[in-house]
């Protein structure tokens, strides 16, 4: 709870001093040249590298949840796999893709008058019509790196452990997304914020409806 907390406070710095937001990008940005590391090798390698993982770990969960409901002595791999699934469809699935990309409306950094584009610059958080479907507030690749933290809620003991392997991997992604002007520092925030809020939200309801343990 802190670190969601904390993170939403950062999120409303971000949206009260938007400038921010424009700085960050403008790291990767050059007047005359647009985003000049968009097309790096490494740069495409880890984007790319995201649309090939993130179908095969579903596939992997997938088939932990079979394996899970067909032997009794992997029953408690299902009931981890089952939470990390429920994760998944809520969060990256749900709330970031259809609710948030496709209604938020805020315009992606190359799409904006700040890097060239015909679009005003939207502050982080802020809904707009400016964008009508796959906008920029949240970041769905980052989203994905994020969800490795949701390993943590299913397997606790190593929580912490799982918290910053899946902070180092968005964070990453994140900033590649940065550098093709597809996402703002604050997208990448907000994906966090999507998948952490996502583990809570699931890990109470886990304990209310008192289903498997997952210690």
């Not at 969800?147 to 180092?168: K, N, V």
């Not at 997208?187 to 886990?206: E, R």
Request: net charge positive; proline share 7%.
């Amino acid at each position: 709870m802190p670190q969601l907390i904390a993170g939403l406070l950062l999120l409303l710095l971000f949206a009260l001093f938007p400038q921010l937001d424009v700085a960050l990008s403008s790291i990767g940005y050059r007047a005359g040249e647009g985003f000049v590391w968009a097309q790096a090798p490494a740069v495409l390698l880890i984007y790319r590298a995201v649309n090939v993982l993130a179908p095969l770990l579903i596939a992997g969960l997938l088939l932990a949840l079979l394996a899970g409901s067909l032997r009794p002595s992997l029953r408690p791999l299902r009931a981890r796999a089952g939470f990390l699934l429920l994760v998944l469809a809520l969060g990256p699935g749900l709330i970031a893709h259809p609710l948030l990309k496709d209604h938020w409306g805020r315009p992606r950094p190359v799409e904006t008058q700040v890097f060239g584009g015909t679009q005003p610059l939207v502050p982080a958080a802020v809904p707009s019509r400016y964008c009508d479907k796959n906008c920029s507030f949240v970041s769905g690749h980052a989203v994905m790196g994020f969800y490795l933290l949701a390993f943590g809620y299913a397997w606790p003991r190593q929580r912490r452990r799982w918290h910053w392997l899946g902070i180092a991997a968005g964070v990453s992604i994140g900033a590649v997304r940065m550098l093709q002007g597809k996402h703002f520092a604050s997208d990448v925030l907000g994906s966090y914020l999507v998948v952490l809020g996502t583990c809570l939200m699931v890990s109470a309801l886990w304990r209310r409806w008192r289903w498997p343990a997952l210690d």
